[in-house]
């Protein structure tokens, strides 16, 4: 069997990464930056009905959770662990897919709000198999996760009509389409909703989400992606020129997908904001600028 040789943590990586890049550490502030008063201004924002206070709540709640993951790549992608930031670069680009998708499609937002109550089901499915022999001692909150699941698994039953949404068991009233049976809230792939929000998100997903899924899958593929030949012809499991070329991709990319999201929240809660996204957008090109992106980094930067 041949060698593989095994490339350990980065050390020094962040330390290493901030001298030779200080303008994207500059970007990434002034992102945050850009953020924090985006994030300010969409709690000032009024609702006058209980029903769009709850609509709104979510998709600030889904909004603050894409800032934060993006947050989570950067802090792998600036310590040059590009395998681990591009598996994160994932759940980055579903989440922002899905909160545009919503904030385009609010009649939806009930069902996706609903779907947790098959999660905390599913979940309690899970430990109750696990600890047969005292479940409801385990899990003090068993008899309202039955009853939250009870009173909306039916609307779940069958997926709702792509067209409309509509719950219902066999037919959409509207069109009169057949409905099959519901994995999720929507019947769509991220990738399907992702060419609804639009064109700028749907192009990036060969390297927001199709390779980063890959990498996150147990295949020969995946492992092989993450491997370099050296010089003597051995392979170098996670070498850090490769490690460093991931890891520029991955801050790029998410730049983009957070970008996309901040302009997109401040037309659909009419912030007024265009200097702040303008910030973002600015401090996106100075990062991909900085990596040349698409051309071949500097070894272990």
């Known amino acids: ?64 959770a894409c800032y934060s993951e993006f947050n989570e790549v950067a802090a792998l992608a600036t310590t040059g662990l590009g395998a681990g930031a591009t598996k994160l670069l994932r759940g980055l680009t579903e989440r922002v897919t899905t909160t545009l998708y919503l904030m385009k499609h609010q009649q939806q937002i009930r069902r996706f709000r609903e779907y947790t ?11 109750e198999r696990l600890r047969r022999k005292k479940p409801k001692r385990f ?6 996760i039955v009853q939250r699941h009870d009173a909306v698994k039916r609307s779940f039953d069958r997926e709702p009509c792509r067209r409309c949404a509509e719950k219902i068991a066999t037919l959409c009233k509207n069109c009169q389409s057949s409905l099959t049976r519901a994995i999720s809230w929507t019947p769509r792939s991220v990738p399907d909703m992702a060419d609804d929000v639009g064109k700028q998100l749907r192009n990036l997903f060969a390297l927001a989400y199709s390779i980063p899924t890959f990498y996150l899958h147990t295949s020969a593929w995946s492992v092989e992606q993450q491997m370099s030949p ?13 490690g460093w070329k991931d890891s520029h991709t991955a801050l790029v990319i998410g730049c983009a997908l957070v970008e996309l999201l901040a302009r997109r929240a401040n037309g659909f809660y009419q912030l007024k904001r265009a200097d702040e996204c303008q910030r973002i ?13 698409g051309k071949r980094s500097k070894r272990g930067q």
């Open 1 to 64: 069997m041949s060698t593989i040789q095994i490339q350990g943590p980065n050390e020094n990586g962040f330390v290493r990464f901030a001298v030779a890049h200080p303008n994207v550490i500059k970007s990434l502030d002034e992102i945050a930056d850009a953020y924090g008063n985006l994030f300010e201004s969409i709690r000032s924002v009024e609702c006058k009905t209980k029903a769009r206070l709850e609509r709104q709540r979510t998709l600030f709640a889904l909004t603050y």
């Open 117 to 127: 109550a098959i999660h905390d089901f599913k979940l309690l499915m899970e430990i």
């Open 139 to 144: 899990f003090a909150h068993r008899e309202e």
């Open 230 to 242: 050296s010089t003597d012809g051995v392979p170098f499991f996670q070498h850090p020129d490769k």
């Open 281 to 293: 957008l600015n401090a996106s090109i100075i990062i991909r600028d900085e990596f040349r992106f």
